[in-house]
């Protein structure tokens, strides 16, 4: 595979590069603003016979392109995901990938900032192995968050601090969709158990379960939380990732769909909302390579104003999800940052023998 390192005439010239092969129109303010960021900036453009690599790292910037085929890269992403969710990964496949994507050398506790583009979107990053030591997975070394765009990682060197228990909850779980009108989808027993976790370490928590769970109803506690936890369905749209949607309860007075779209929370202002966690199938992007970059009803959330969203690359069993949530705020209580406390998440369960990857490596935090 050919390598080119692209010296061009300081970092505004590289983003320009960069911007330019994603198809984004270039702004040269946002490189001084990115070179103070504390997160090392990692962003990518897929093109049809290349791979383009950005790399910020404490005010050194480097452009490198990878020669490579869109339909070999997007083969390779596959059979890792595929590793994944198995459990099992291909060691020289996920070795080559990893050098795809991960600069070497990067100083042990540092922060990574992805930027990802089409089907770069749907790889579980931190499972991906470290470059100079394959048995060991990036989340052994370092905390990860993904942005959808380059200047979103400024947001991801200033997430918000979350002030443990004063923290306004609202929790939804369950919905009591129709099953005739989604006949597909099955009850979710497990959600009730992590009801019970959830207020004993947020007491300012507002519970909306069941047949509560309608979209008039969900609307309104949402414009009071600064957190949110949604336990429940959510359905993707692979070909247009704006009618992603979660369902809900029907309304009994008849004013509103049993179900909110991806457009419609997109519409949403919520500047209140410090984080979101989607503990539902898919939340996190539509299974498409025609989809740009990240999309569905995390992408949603963030164009409504959440500072962060953790959401899913793919479908996580009920006990499964359950472990994780309870880890995750556990430890989102001691570290009172979603970065911190999502890798101390994956780390623990990354050490416990019978925990493939396929749970912890299903969640991805993002911010916009």
Known sequence: MELAAMRPNGAQEALRLLEKSRGEEPHIEKTSKLVGTSAVIIAFAVHSKALYRFELDSGTLELRRFSIDRSNLGARIHDFVDSVRVGSHKGSLSVELSRLLIPVGLAEGTLLCFVPDRELAGIPFSALPLPDNPVSPLITRHEIVLANSIEGCEAAGRLPVLSGSGEKMLLVRS??????????????????????????????????????????????????????????????????????????????????????????????????????????????????????????????????????????????????????????????????????????TQRSMLSKSKSGPATWAAFELVVK
């Open 175 to 344: 919905p009591k969709f129709d099953h005739n009108e989604f006949p597909l989808l099955h009850d979710l027993p497990a959600a009730a158990d992590e009801a019970a976790t959830l207020r004993a370490l947020y007491p300012d928590l507002t519970l909306l379960a069941n047949e509560r769970v309608t979209a008039p109803a969900l609307l309104q506690a949402l414009s009071q939380a600064t957190l949110l936890h949604f336990a429940g369905h959510a359905v993707a749209h692979p070909s247009h990732p704006s009618r992603s949607f979660l369902p809900l309860a029907p309304d009994p007075e008849g004013r509103q769909a049993s179900l909110l779209s991806a457009a419609e929370i997109a519409r949403l202002r919520l500047p209140n909302l410090k984080l979101a966690v989607l503990s539902a199938c898919d939340t996190l992007m539509p299974r498409s390579l025609h989809t740009e970059s990240i999309s569905g009803l995390v992408r949603a959330l963030l164009d409504a104003g959440v500072r962060a969203v953790v959401g899913t690359l793919w479908g996580v069993n009920d006990a499964e999800s359950r472990e994780f949530t309870e880890r995750f705020y556990k430890n989102l209580r001691e570290t009172r940052d979603a970065a911190s406390a999502l890798r101390e």
